[in-house]
């Protein structure tokens, strides 16, 4: 499993960012991805959820009607489009997916290796 993120970069308050997350080596469409996001010295937290059909769900309270999930199943990748950005959106967005494993209980989580994006004037 191979998750790719791009489209970070330095952007003002209010500017806009769409990330991508290229996957393979799994069946992509048949797994919910996720984006979170880490800042220093803080915990991991989920910013948005996809499920494998493409319906959006789990946006996190502090993104709700900024940010937008949605997947192209056909091209393997994810997105989040970042509109009025704040300072406190600052951090490292990782893209994430879980597979079931063969004793078909349990679960494997993937990481991308994140992708930084800065919110600053």
């Known amino acids: 499993v191979q998750l790719v993120e791009s489209g970070g970069g330095l952007v003002q308050p209010g500017g806009s960012l769409r990330l991508s997350c290229a996957a393979s080596?799994?069946?992509?469409?048949?797994?919910?991805i996720s984006w979170f996001r880490q800042v220093p010295g803080k915990e991991r937290e989920v910013v948005a959820t996809?499920?494998?059909?493409?319906?959006?769900?789990d946006y996190a309270d502090s993104v709700k009607g900024r940010f937008t999930i949605s997947r192209d199943n056909a091209k393997s990748t994810v997105y989040l489009q970042m509109n009025s950005l704040k300072p406190e959106d600052t951090a490292v967005y990782y893209c994430?997916?879980?597979?079931?494993?063969?004793?078909?209980?349990?679960?494997?989580?993937?990481w991308g290796q994140g992708t930084q994006v800065t919110v600053s004037s």
């Open positions: 080596g799994f069946t992509f469409s048949s797994y919910a």
């Open positions: 996809t499920t494998s059909g493409g319906g959006s769900i």
């Open positions: 994430s997916t879980r597979t079931r494993r063969p004793d078909g209980v349990t679960w494997t989580r993937y």
